[in-house]
């Protein structure tokens, strides 16, 4: 059974996209079998995978509007890891599901079939609370949540969590947090230590220990069609993703490790 992680935030431009291809290929270098899917109409998960949203012949709209089985939208990446691209169709997928019946749980049937193919199932959610979004909450076992360590940040986070929580009552109720990742991290900024320290306090071991600094590699590659691992392996973004990527690895590790420990004795 894949894990499938659903890297969400409203706010846009916190660092989701960038988090989901760079994650996908540093599980990649640990050997992980990694799906991305990009659940996002903008596409850019796909484009900086290297693959040209203008001429997809199938995309996640099929899978979700049509239930179009899932390998038939899925392509390789030269990154090692597969990707259910997405462009503007998946627009129109947002108004069609509105209509449908269980139109949240569509994604979340589609991928019964492939949850065996893959160690990581990542979905790149919309910079929103939409039908899409909630369609990855459906179907994932647990959420990413990316976020910059800004005063404001903290108050949308309160509307994303009141959405878990919801989900979580009406559709999935295994739902977890995941994990918060700090983004764009500035240790130089005292607002980004303050706002750091009440994410510990509220989050604990969810906050992951890693935090992404702000790095030029990681904002240039997506225009070479890479991961920052492709494009620079030396660069800090780079490797901030590879221990993001470790942290993971290690919790499922410790998981099964403790799963082991709490089973019936002899
Ligand atoms: P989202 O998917 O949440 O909208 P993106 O991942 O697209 O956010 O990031 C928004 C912009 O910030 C993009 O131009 C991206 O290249 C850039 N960016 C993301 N993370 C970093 C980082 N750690 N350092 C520098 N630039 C970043
Ligand atoms: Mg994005």
Redesign the pocket.
């Known amino acids: 059974m894949s894990k499938i992680f659903a890297v969400a ?1 409203q ?11 760079n994650l996908s290929a540093s599980l990649v270098a640990s050997k992980r079998r990694v799906l991305l899917i990009d659940l ?1 109409p ?1 596409g ?2 796909t484009m900086g995978s290297g693959v040209d949203k203008s001429e997809l012949q199938l995309s996640s709209y099929d899978v979700l509007a049509s239930l179009l089985p899932p390998r038939k939208a899925i392509v390789q990446t030269s990154s090692g890891y597969d990707l259910m691209p997405a462009n503007i169709d998946l627009s129109a997928a947002e108004v069609e599901l509105l209509e449908m019946d269980g139109r949240e749980s569509r994604l979340r049937q589609a991928l019964v079939e492939i949850s065996d193919d893959y160690d990581y199932i990542i979905i ?1 959610c919309p ?1 929103s609370l939409n039908m899409l979004t909630v369609n990855a909450l459906c179907a994932a076992g647990s959420v990413l949540i ?1 976020m910059q360590c800004e005063y404001y940040a903290l108050e949308g986070l309160s509307a994303l969590i009141d959405t878990i929580t919801q989900i979580q009552k009406a559709a999935n109720p295994g739902l977890k947090i995941e994990g918060i990742l700090r ?3 500035d240790p130089r900024n005292s607002l980004t230590g303050d706002v750091s320290d009440q994410l510990n306090e509220y989050f604990g071991d969810r906050l992951y220990r890693t935090c ?5 590699r ?5 225009s070479f069609g890479k991961p920052a691992l492709e494009y620079d392996r030396t660069s800090k ?1 780079a490797i ?1 993703y590879l221990a993001l990527a470790g942290e993971i690895t290690r919790r499922e590790s410790t998981a099964k490790h403790d799963n082991h420990n709490s089973g019936p004795r002899p």
């Open positions: 935030n706010k846009g431009g916190v660092g989701k996209t960038t988090t989901c291809v996002d903008q850019n998960a790149d910079p990316p983004t764009m991290y992404i600094p702000r790095n030029v990681l904002a240039e590659a997506p973004g901030a």
